[in-house]
């Protein structure tokens, strides 16, 4: 995707860099084939893969939905077009990665590991097609899905166009830790409670 993906893909003096393109950089050697990475909106990334337009996306976690474009690697005598999760290998993914919930300092909103507190029908924002936007609207969140990075998204919760944001840790808390603004007026629910889901990409 074009958006920065700390630490796994993000964009340094006009280059994409990270520990997945390092991965991969790896898997080039390996095989002797040159792989061409191109950038796009991760909406677009998906509906090119669909099309046939790319041969592959990276950093992908498992949605059933996303099996009518391609295959995740299956488990050892398993066929890849199985629509469980458990059938994954998920010794072959790229990363793992989990999602927290983030909120303005002083709010009351909370998650306790299995539900929120303090949320009501308040606004929880997630970048679009993302996983995690499904996994709340499982547990009766109302969610806008938007196209712009993490770091916007800090932007909108603080001009109060979300209540909360669910944005994957390692990223959200990279942009946090490098923006003043945001670390004083944004925290991460419950640091003591792990994050909503931890997924292989």
């Not at 995740?72 to 458990?86: F, I, N, R, V």
């Not at 539900?115 to 806008?144: C, H, P, T, W, Y």
């Not at 629910?189 to 909503?196: E, M, N, V």
Request: proline content about 4%; overall charge positive.
């Amino acid at each position: 995707e074009d958006t920065n993906s700390f630490p796994w893909v993000f964009q340094s003096n006009g280059n994409t860099e990270g520990l997945n393109i390092e991965l991969l950089k790896i898997l080039e050697r390996k095989l002797g084939v040159r792989i061409n990475l191109v950038n796009y909106p991760w909406k677009r990334c998906l509906a090119m893969m669909k099309s046939g337009e790319v041969d592959g996306v990276i950093g992908s976690s498992f949605k059933p939905d996303r099996l009518n474009m391609g295959s995740y690697p299956a488990k050892q005598g398993g066929s890849g077009e199985s629509t469980l999760e458990k059938d994954i290998d998920t010794s072959k993914r790229l990363h793992a990665s989990g999602y927290s919930l983030y909120r303005l300092k002083g709010t009351a909103i909370a998650w306790n590991g299995r539900a929120f507190k303090n949320l009501g029908d308040k606004i929880i924002a997630a970048q679009m097609d993302f996983s995690i936007a499904e996994d709340l609207r499982k547990l009766g969140a109302v969610v806008k899905e938007t196209p712009e990075d993490p770091s916007f998204i800090f932007r909108g919760l603080i001009n109060g166009h979300f209540a909360a944001a669910a944005l994957q840790t390692s990223t959200a808390n990279h942009i946090l830790n490098r923006n003043s603004e945001y670390r004083r007026r944004i925290e991460k629910c419950s640091a003591d409670i792990s994050p909503f889901h931890q997924k292989p990409y």
